[in-house]
Structures are given as C-alpha cells and as structure tokens.
C-alpha cells in the first residue's frame, strides 16, 4: 500500500502584470508492474493557461511555454530527475484562454520514501515561477492483496492511438487538483488491486467503494457502491461516483476489497475536497426543527454564539458556513436549531450527552491553550486536539538553546486511516501561550518541508537558512528536534 500525501503549492516571485501569478498543481500515484515486478509512479500536473505569457510564433499563432523539472528525492538524496519543456496547443486569440496545461510523466522507483518536487518556470517570463513539494511511501507487499494509489480521472476515452494517457484500452486524463468546485459533478478515479488471486484464488471479491466524510468516517450523501470480480494477479476498478449534492467538506474516496467472507484483504483512500455552492443538504431544512422539547430550548441566547464557535473544529466546511451566517443574523433560534442538528447528525440517540462529553474537552483546551485575546479552541493546538481528540505523545522544549518554544505531537492513528500523524507547534511570542501550527502529515493540513528552519532564532547561517532550495535542515549540537520528530 502507498500513502500520497497532499502537494504544498509555494509561489516563488512574479515579475509580469498578469492578473494571476503562476500556479502549479501535482498529484503522484505509485502502481506496481507485474511484467517487471517493480512499482512505478506517475506524476500528474496542471498549470492554468490563463496564467503563461503567450508569445507569436513562426505560424503567427500565440504560444506558451514553460520549464519542467521533477525531481524525486529518496530519503535525503536525489534518486533522479527529468528536465523537460512543455508547449501549450496553438491559439489565435489570447483573450479568453480557459485550458489547463496538462501533462503526464511515468518514472520507475525502488520502494521508499520519497519527496517529488516539481519546479515550472513560464519561458516568456522567467521571473513567474511556482514549485510544489509532495512526500509520498512506496510498498507493495507481494505476499498479500494491495491496492495502488487512487488515480482521479477528468475524463476518458477508448484508445484510438496509443499515447503517453493509454491505460487499459483507455485514453485516462487526470485529475491533477484534489478540489471539486461546483461545475464538477463527479468524482471518477482508476486503481488497480495486486495479488487477489493469492488471497482468494477461485474466489470472487466484492470491492467497495465510497465517499466518506473526513472527519466522521461516515459515508457521506449515500455514496457507497461495490461490485463483484473474480480474483486475479490484477483486479482493475475503473468507475466514477455522482457529487452533484455533495455539500462542501472535506471527504475520503475509500475504496475496500474483501473476500466472499467479508474478511477485508486491503484498502486505499484519497482526501479530496468540495466546494459546492448549489447542494441541497439538510441545512435548508434546518428552520423547520422543533427545539421546544430538546436540550438547547434551556441554554440562554448570549451563550448560543460561544457554543457555535466552539464546534467550530468539529463542523465540516459547509456547517462552518451555516455557522458564520447564523452568528452573522443574531437568530438565536436558528443557531439552537443548527446545534440540535450538528450533535443528532454525530449521535442519532443522545445527542445532548455527545455535546457535553465534547463541552469538557472544550473547556480543557481553554484552560491549557487559551490566550489573553482567544478562547483555547481558537488557537491552532486547541482546534487540532478537538478535531483529532488527543494526541497519544507530545514532545518540545521551552528553553532549547537558539529555539523558539514548540512542540511535536503525535497521533499514532488518525480517522483510521492515517497512521503515525505529526503536528509541529512554534511559539513567536514569547509573552503569550499562543503556539502556531507549522508544520503537519495529516492530509489536508499545513505541510512545509522547511519547517524546521522556522523553530530557530539562530544558527541561520550555519543552517543554511537563506538558502530556499535547501530543504533539509543540519541539525544543530544540543538540539532534540529530529530526535522528537524522527524517532517517536
């Protein structure tokens, strides 16, 4: 099984007068070969046309360009690279460019881990650069039945000619962004299982598939699907799931593959996440709740708004929305409506005994994470212990010599399927109790690969600070941070 963890987008600089500096988006997917015996990766990117300076050429079209380099790195030393340029399609008219640049490299890889870092440079104006950084694991065990990273399609069609998008008698283009905005209305996506055969040999699988809510591991809208195959040395599942009332959020495509016993062989999930401004969910009917006879009816309407701020870790993005806008009205009754419903969704039976046992984590993270000026479940270590619970390890200092105070948490296992997850605190200001969030493994979350270079004060020449190319940090005499952060 692999893990890909989500791409980091850092704009370097931007010289032009476009409306737009240059974006870069990478996605990476670890499949293994069979013929070879060997995994293989793909790296998937996407650059908005809209953002490329566009020059005429010979044929007096408009024509952009830009400079490609990927570099995969293997633990701590380049593994190898590819440098290539990249050509936009001919156009007449540079006035309305809605395209995506896309594109698609294949790289053989031992297994490890690996960080791939993209470079991309616009040719008709060097000074407008992006890069994207992405760690990924790659494992496959032979012995048993796994699944390859989740592949997100844009669209396909049967192979006509083969090209470097061929798969399977398919033409797969993918879907380099993990954000669904409103105008997509499905989530399609290609993986392939490994193994089954030595698993389940004669056997049917029933592989499922399904998207479920990030934070509760919940499937999410009724989008659960399976179907049936006869266990091979490789099982394909090619399908796509309708979102078109899926409401904003962050979400996980899972997909499972069990044997005729329902004992699960293996899994894989993808986090992706929604922006839907048109989704017809239970909010709307949200108005229409009678709380006459349950427990918000006895809170008083100016500890309505607390209590709504309070759930704010817990709420998927588009509840964050209701809430705002409910807080924003001053309608105390929609706001006690709006909470009844958040804590039945979570515990359909006893709703109000699932708020208190939250309400008293809630009032452990003000006491030990509140600031002069915020309450605790504001401040970056309270919404990361309400939203994920308890750490199972923290480390840090207060007083490391050159270091400002932090601390690393550890989550051994996150929402089931993330394991050994790690937060980096660091605290600027000395007078406060307020630690921001740096650094993060957790999908979705802040990922910086410099992180380390901003817990210290000092030693920035010796660290190679000023270099930003420079990624990993020289440890510093007397310092335990890569002790803290790589042995726990």
Same mark, same amino acid.
């Given at each position: 099984?692999?893990?890909?963890?989500?791409?980091?987008?850092?704009?370097?600089?931007?010289?032009?007068?476009?409306?737009?500096?240059?974006?870069?988006?990478?996605?990476?997917?670890?499949?293994?070969?069979?013929?070879?015996?060997?995994?293989?990766?793909?790296?998937?990117?996407?650059?908005?046309?809209?953002?490329?300076?566009?020059?005429?050429?010979?044929?007096?079209?408009?024509?952009?360009?830009?400079?490609?380099?990927?570099?995969?790195?293997?633990?701590?030393?380049?593994?190898?690279?590819?440098?290539?340029?990249?050509?936009?399609?001919?156009?007449?008219?540079?006035?309305?460019?809605?395209?995506?640049?896309?594109? #698609?490299?294949?790289?053989? @890889? %031992?297994? +490890?881990? !690996?960080?791939?870092?993209?470079? *991309? $440079?616009?040719?008709?104006?060097?000074?407008?650069?992006?890069?994207?950084?992405?760690?990924?694991?790659?494992?496959?065990?032979?012995?048993?039945?796994?699944?390859?990273?989740?592949?997100?399609?844009?669209?396909?069609?049967?192979?006509?000619?083969?090209?470097?998008?061929?798969?399977?008698?398919?033409?797969?283009?993918?879907?380099?962004?993990?954000?669904?905005?409103?105008?997509?209305?499905?989530?399609?996506?290609?993986?392939?299982?490994?193994?089954?055969?030595?698993?389940?040999?004669?056997?049917?699988?029933?592989?499922?598939?399904?998207?479920?809510?990030?934070?509760?591991?919940?499937?999410?809208?009724?989008?659960?699907?399976?179907?049936?195959?006869?266990?091979?040395?490789?099982?394909?599942?090619?399908?796509? #799931?309708?979102?078109?009332? @899926? %409401?904003? +959020?962050? !979400?996980?495509?899972?997909?499972? *593959? $069990?044997?005729?016993?329902?004992?699960?062989?293996?899994?894989?999930?993808?986090?992706?996440?929604?922006?839907?401004?048109?989704?017809?969910?239970?909010?709307?009917?949200?108005?229409?709740?009678?709380?006459?006879?349950?427990?918000?009816?006895?809170?008083?309407?100016?500890?309505?708004?607390?209590?709504?701020?309070?759930?704010?870790?817990?709420?998927?993005?588009?509840?964050?929305?209701?809430?705002?806008?409910?807080?924003?009205?001053?309608?105390?009754?929609?706001?006690?409506?709006?909470?009844?419903?958040?804590?039945?969704?979570?515990?359909?039976?006893?709703?109000?005994?699932?708020?208190?046992?939250?309400?008293?984590?809630?009032?452990?993270?003000?006491?030990?994470?509140?600031?002069?000026?915020?309450?605790?479940?504001?401040?970056?270590?309270?919404?990361?212990?309400?939203? !994920?619970?308890?750490?199972?390890?923290?480390?840090?200092?207060?007083?490391?010599?050159?270091?400002?105070?932090?601390?690393?948490?550890?989550?051994?296992?996150?929402?089931?399927?993330?394991?050994?997850?790690?937060?980096?605190?660091?605290?600027?200001?000395?007078?406060?109790?307020?630690?921001?969030?740096?650094?993060?493994?957790?999908?979705?979350?802040?990922?910086?690969?410099?992180?380390?270079?901003?817990?210290?004060?000092?030693?920035?020449?010796?660290?190679?600070?000023?270099?930003?190319?420079?990624?990993?940090?020289?440890?510093?005499?007397?310092?335990?941070?890569?002790?803290?952060?790589?042995?726990?």
């Amino acid at each position: 099984m692999t893990t890909c963890l989500l791409a980091t987008v850092i704009i370097i600089s931007s010289a032009t007068l476009k409306a737009q500096p240059l974006h870069a988006f990478m996605r990476n997917c670890a499949f293994l070969s069979m013929k070879t015996d060997t995994p293989f990766v793909e790296t998937y990117l996407t650059v908005p046309g809209f953002e490329l300076t566009y020059v005429k050429n010979e044929n007096g079209k408009f024509e952009g360009a830009l400079d490609i380099t990927l570099l995969y790195i293997r633990d701590t030393s380049l593994y190898t690279a590819d440098h290539y340029v990249l050509r936009t399609p001919e156009i007449a008219d540079t006035s309305n460019i809605s395209f995506n640049i896309l594109d #698609l490299r294949r790289v053989s @890889l %031992p297994e +490890g881990d !690996y960080t791939v870092q993209l470079r *991309v $440079k616009d040719l008709n104006d060097v000074a407008n650069q992006a890069e994207v950084n992405q760690g990924m694991n790659i494992f496959f065990d032979r012995s048993k039945t796994s699944i390859s990273d989740i592949e997100l399609v844009q669209s396909y069609t049967p192979t006509a000619d083969k090209n470097i998008y061929s798969k399977n008698g398919y033409d797969i283009k993918p879907f380099a962004f993990t954000l669904f905005p409103t105008s997509v209305n499905k989530v399609g996506f290609y993986t392939e299982i490994y193994h089954a055969d030595k698993a389940a040999p004669d056997q049917d699988l029933v592989i499922t598939y399904a998207v479920k809510h990030a934070q509760q591991n919940e499937v999410a809208n009724d989008l659960f699907r399976f179907t049936k195959q006869k266990a091979a040395p490789v099982n394909i599942l090619f399908s796509e #799931l309708d979102i078109t009332d @899926l %409401p904003t +959020g962050n !979400y996980y495509l899972e997909v499972q *593959v $069990k044997n005729k016993k329902n004992e699960l062989l293996a899994g894989q999930v993808e986090f992706f996440q929604r922006l839907n401004k048109n989704s017809s969910t239970e909010l709307n009917n949200i108005a229409m709740i009678d709380v006459n006879d349950k427990f918000v009816k006895w809170i008083p309407g100016d500890s309505m708004k607390y209590y709504c701020m309070s759930i704010m870790p817990r709420a998927e993005l588009y509840e964050r929305e209701y809430i705002q806008r409910a807080m924003g009205s001053n309608d105390t009754l929609l706001m006690k409506q709006f909470f009844y419903n958040f804590w039945k969704k979570r515990n359909n039976d006893d709703p109000y005994h699932e708020w208190v046992d939250y309400n008293k984590m809630v009032d452990a993270v003000n006491y030990n994470y509140g600031t002069q000026i915020e309450y605790g479940f504001e401040t970056d270590r309270g919404r990361v212990y309400l939203q !994920y619970g308890p750490p199972n390890r923290i480390d840090g200092h207060q007083h490391e010599s050159g270091a400002y105070p932090y601390e690393i948490w550890q989550y051994y296992t996150i929402g089931g399927n993330q394991s050994n997850v790690k937060f980096v605190f660091c605290n600027y200001n000395l007078a406060s109790n307020e630690y921001k969030l740096i650094h993060s493994t957790a999908r979705g979350e802040l990922n910086d690969p410099r992180w380390q270079f901003k817990i210290f004060k000092t030693f920035k020449e010796t660290s190679n600070y000023y270099n930003l190319d420079e990624e990993k940090f020289h440890d510093i005499y007397g310092s335990d941070v890569e002790n803290y952060y790589e042995n726990r």
